[in-house]
């Protein structure tokens, strides 16, 4: 089982950047594959990212890709999400997630086991 704590959220101007931090309790950080997802009022839950468990493989949603970077440092049980370029359609809840599952890249938020508390990114025109 593994506890992750979302941080790095807040209110930032339109083209601003952002660094969410999720940091993951237990020795074992390098066996879950880590998503980022994301809540808007009114709206479904939203992938943003995945990262496989070696780094290698990374996934954005279309939305963000090309302004939002994902990465993990195993040995610190910490994976981020740099946000740059951000819009106000980018404001939400957003959300840390874990799978320890072997299976490939995974985009729905049911196929995650293990959630973080979520930090609020709110980002004005």
């Known amino acids: 089982q593994v506890q992750l704590v979302e941080s790095g959220g807040g209110l930032v101007q339109a083209g601003g950047s952002l660094r969410l931090s999720c940091a993951a309790s237990?020795?074992?950080?390098?066996?879950?594959?880590m998503g980022w997802f994301r809540h808007a009022p009114g709206k479904e839950r939203e992938f943003v990212a995945y990262i496989g468990r070696g780094g290698g493989t990374i996934h954005y949603a279309d939305s963000v890709t090309g302004r939002f970077a994902i990465s993990r440092d195993n040995g610190k049980n910490t994976v981020y999400l740099q946000m740059n370029s951000l819009k106000p359609e980018d404001t939400a809840v957003y959300y840390c997630?874990?799978?320890?599952?072997?299976?490939?890249?995974?985009?729905?938020?049911?196929?995650?086991?293990?959630w973080g508390q979520g930090t609020q990114v709110t980002v004005s025109s």
């Open positions: 237990g020795r074992t950080f390098e066996r879950y594959v």
């Open positions: 997630a874990a799978d320890q599952s072997w299976g490939s890249v995974r985009v729905r938020p049911e196929e995650y086991d293990y």
